[in-house]
C-alpha cells in the first residue's frame, strides 16, 4: 500500500501476551460509558492508521472508528501503541471534520471503575484522574 508517497506493510499486532478482541472491547467498553454520559453515536469513519515500527519502517493498519457527539463535542476513540501495551485515547473537536485533539492517553486495561473515572474526567465531569498519568 502506498501512503503519501511511501510503500507501507501492513501493521501486525505486536502484543504477545495480549488479545486484540480484549483491546477492541475495551473500545467498545469506552463507548459504551460514552453513551451513558450523554455522547449519541453520529457516524463512522474508516483511517488509515500509520505506525513507526522498531525497525523505523512504517506500517498501515484500517482503523474503523466512530464519531460521537456530546453537548457541542465531537468525540472519537483512538489507540496509541507503546512498546509495553496498547493505551485508548479520547480525540476532541468543534467540528465533525475535525481536527481532533487528544486528550491524556490511558492505558487499555482499567478497571470498569477507573475507566468509567478517566472518561468522566476526560469530558470535564471529574476533576480528579488516575495516578498513572
Known sequence: MKIEGEDLKEYHWPYSCIDKADFLAQIISVEKILQKHGAEHIEDICEKGKWLLSDDSYAYETIQKHIWKRKNEYICVD??????????????????????????????DLSDTELDQEIRYCLGIETACLSFH
Open 79 to 108: 489507540r496509541i501503541y507503546f512498546s509495553e501495551k496498547p493505551f485508548l485515547v479520547l480525540e476532541f473537536a468543534e467540528n465533525k471534520e475535525g481536527p481532533y485533539e487528544d486528550a491524556d492517553p490511558f492505558p487499555y
